[in-house]
């Protein structure tokens, strides 16, 4: 029986356009990891920013995308940046 986590999650850029806001809480089943919680947020809201071009990051730290994740954490998925 798997239970739920539940997970602040962040957005920035192009995905918080795409989402239509800054963060979000939401109610997953455990175990999830950040791979998989993105994939999900991505069906659901339709980014076009593929995994491998965003960086993860677990309350405030980068981290693997296999990193799993656990009740209360915030999750951020960030773009590449672009200056000049």
Not at 8 to 25: D, H, I, M
Not at 29 to 37: H, I
Request: proline content about 5%; overall charge negative.
């Amino acid at each position: 029986m798997s239970s739920t986590v539940k997970l602040t999650v962040l957005y920035f850029a192009a995905l918080r356009e795409q989402a239509g806001k800054e963060s979000e809480t939401l109610n997953t089943a455990a175990p999830v990891d950040a791979a998989a919680l993105y994939a999900r947020l991505a069906q659901q809201y339709g980014f076009t920013l593929p995994q491998n071009r965003l960086r993860a990051a677990v309350n405030h730290d980068f981290c693997d995308w296999h990193q799993a994740l656990a009740n209360g954490d915030t999750v951020a998925f960030i773009p590449p940046i672009a200056g000049g």
